[in-house]
């Protein structure tokens, strides 16, 4: 298998901070990770794809600016929400891909961010 | 965004029953991809489809790859409580390095004990 770890894993923050937000493949390289948001008892909805050494493709409707991702390394990507807001809370969740795989994505744990 | 048609949204079932579930799209899809959601936890992925006519089994979760590659089914034998969480479909289009998943909008099984 393959094993994608994020942290932190849950974080409250108050209004107007940035929060950070990490996802390691553990035991794979990974070119191109995913940044999923998803709401209570919805589907995941994808933010943006990062690929290692590039900057990343932002999904439609999505702030860049709001939203920093970056993909350092071939088993780290960061995902930063600056100057969060109550309506930033969420879950959100990386996936990434093996770099020999033919399309399978692993996910993370998940990270629950509550904005005060 | 464009998503699969899954269903059905929720199921209520005794344990021991057998659970079907499936997804459909009006597009040609070249991977399907099936996973199961327990709260406050990220996806895990169950089976993945590669073929059309595909059947593939993982214990007692079965999932097949639509002959006409735009839909795809999963099912559980013999349910037992543990199996209760989200199970999402999810279908990749076309080629490229960067091809996006396409994700249904999941069915949330119960299974009463």
């Known amino acids: 298998g393959a094993v994608v770890s994020q942290h932190p894993s849950w974080v409250i923050c108050k209004s107007g901070t940035s929060v950070k937000i990490e996802c390691r493949s553990l035991?794979?390289?990974?070119?191109?990770m995913f940044w999923y948001r998803q709401f209570p008892k919805q589907s995941l909805m994808l933010m943006a794809t990062?690929?290692?050494?590039?900057?990343?493709?932002?999904e439609q409707g999505v702030e860049k600016d709001k939203f920093l991702i970056n993909h350092a390394s071939l088993t780290l990507s960061t995902l930063t929400v600056t100057s969060a807001h109550p309506e930033d809370s969420s879950f959100y969740i990386c996936?990434?891909?093996?770099?020999?795989?033919?399309?399978?994505?692993?996910f993370g744990e998940g990270s629950r961010l509550t904005v005060l | 965004g464009q998503q699969l048609n899954q269903s059905p949204q929720s199921m209520f079932i005794q344990e021991g029953e057998d659970v079907s579930m499936n997804c459909t799209s009006s597009s040609i899809f070249n991977t399907w991809l099936w996973y199961k959601q327990e709260p406050g936890e990220g996806p895990v992925l169950l089976i993945a489809l590669y073929k059309a006519g595909e059947l593939t089994s993982n214990g007692r979760l079965t999932a097949q790859f639509g002959i006409t590659r735009k839909d795809s089914f999963l099912n559980i034998s013999a349910s037992i409580p543990s199996d209760v969480g989200i199970y999402f479909c999810a279908g990749r289009l076309g080629a490229g390095n960067n091809r996006k998943l396409i994700w249904g909008l999941g069915t949330s099984l119960a299974v009463n004990p």
């Open positions: 996936s990434a891909r093996k770099t020999e795989n033919t399309g399978e994505l692993f």
């Open positions: 035991d794979f390289q990974a070119t191109t």
């Open positions: 990062s690929n290692e050494g590039s900057k990343a493709t932002y």
